[in-house]
């Protein structure tokens, strides 16, 4: 209540911006070009509250996105790396397959030729097998002596 005798003191307050929109930067005040026009305002219960008039928060224009995140794309990117590391590696395990089959081809085929190569040294007749050679010519052999 206010008393006729006893001049009052007036509260002023004075008013802080109110951000509709969360922002992720930290505000930073702007010192206006001009000064703004004071307003003042009388509350029900007789207060005078007097302070700037102020001009509603506008929204930060939505910077565009892009049609796919970035996330998508680091697992794609790694899906690629995957599978061109799993084709190498069949790759890999094919050639060494191919190249064990060439080696055991080449064994065997060593095998066969060595083989017979000796099968016709022991069989040939032409060549020399060793041991004292007896030619015979016009023998006749009686109670095993040998006459000629």
Known sequence: ??????????????????????SAAPLVPVQPGTVPAVASVVLPDGRVVTGYAIEPAKAEPVAAKPPVSR?????????LGFLAVC???????TFITALTALITQLITLAAVIF?????????????????????????????NRFYQ
């Open 115 to 143: 083989g017979g190569w000796i099968a016709v040294q022991v069989f040939s007749a032409s060549g020399h097998k060793g041991g004292t050679t007896v030619n015979i010519r016009k023998a006749v052999i009686k109670r």
């Open 87 to 93: 084709g190498g590696l069949l790759l890999l395990t």
């Open 71 to 79: 996330a998508a794309v680091n697992v794609a990117l790694g899906g």
């Open 1 to 22: 209540m206010v008393h006729p005798e006893r001049p009052t003191a007036v509260e002023v307050h004075h008013p802080q911006p109110v951000t509709m929109y969360p």
